[in-house]
């Protein structure tokens, strides 16, 4: 991945509490992808979903300076976009998931571009995983919050994803949290790793 400038802060998290977290804080940069592991059932979906806002939480998030209450919630959720381990699909062509799909690079992700006409349906669980992708980087997110976005992917697939997302933070200058386990692809991506344990987050060493 090629990440041309150090970062300056874009999302800021102060003292996050949710269902299963409290008081948790953090800073993103931009163009500076971060990794958040732990173990199942540690909270890492729950953090993202609430730095979203999908989920109901306290404390002070700002973007760009900006706070959250001051922006309404769909814009919140399109800049701060979250992307779930497991993508819904609710139309019953993949085209329709898309506002204009002939200006998506389907290419980029291994798909010609028929892809668009094909049912949801017949899709495997990696193609979702990587239509999905390509469906969050459409709507141009400042703040891109990964939920295992490689977890069905092969080793191809994962590089190539890898490759799209390092691409799109370091030209939009968005910010990344993109929770994953797998220590080769942290060693590959990650500026910071974070790690959630006991409902706190510490910084761990990027390469173990
Ligand atoms: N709405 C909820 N209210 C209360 N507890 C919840 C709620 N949703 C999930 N939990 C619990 O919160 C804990 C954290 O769940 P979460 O899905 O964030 O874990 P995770 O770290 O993402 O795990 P995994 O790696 O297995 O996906 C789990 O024990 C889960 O059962």
Redesign the pocket.
């Known amino acids: 991945m090629i990440y041309r400038n150090r970062g300056s802060s874009l999302l800021i998290v102060e003292h996050l509490t949710c ?2 977290l409290q008081d948790i804080s953090l800073t993103l940069k931009d163009a500076e992808p971060v990794c958040l592991s ?10 993202l ?1 609430a730095i979203a806002d999908l ?1 109901l939480n306290t404390g002070k998030v700002m973007l760009d300076n900006v706070v959250r209450e001051s922006i309404d919630p769909q814009s919140w959720r399109r800049k701060v976009a979250y992307l779930p ?1 497991e993508s819904r699909w609710w139309a019953q062509t993949v085209g329709e998931h898309f506002r204009d799909p002939a200006s998506v690079p389907f290419g980029r992700l291994g798909f010609d571009d028929q892809v668009k006409d094909w049912k949801v349906e017949r899709l495997s669980s990696g193609e979702r995983q990587r239509l999905a992708v390509l469906r969050l980087l459409e709507n141009q997110p400042r703040v891109l919050l990964l ?2 976005p490689t977890a069905n992917l092969d080793a191809q697939s994962t590089q190539r994803v890898e490759t799209l997302i390092g691409e799109y933070i370091s030209q939009a200058k968005a910010a990344c949290l993109w ?1 994953t ?1 797998a220590a080769d692809q942290i060693r590959r991506i990650a500026r910071q790793r974070l790690l ?1 344990e006991n409902s706190h987050l510490k910084p761990a060493a990027v390469a173990e």
């Open positions: 269902a299963v732990g173990a199942s059932g540690s909270g890492k979906t729950r953090l979903r989920d381990a939920d295992e929770v386990h959630l």
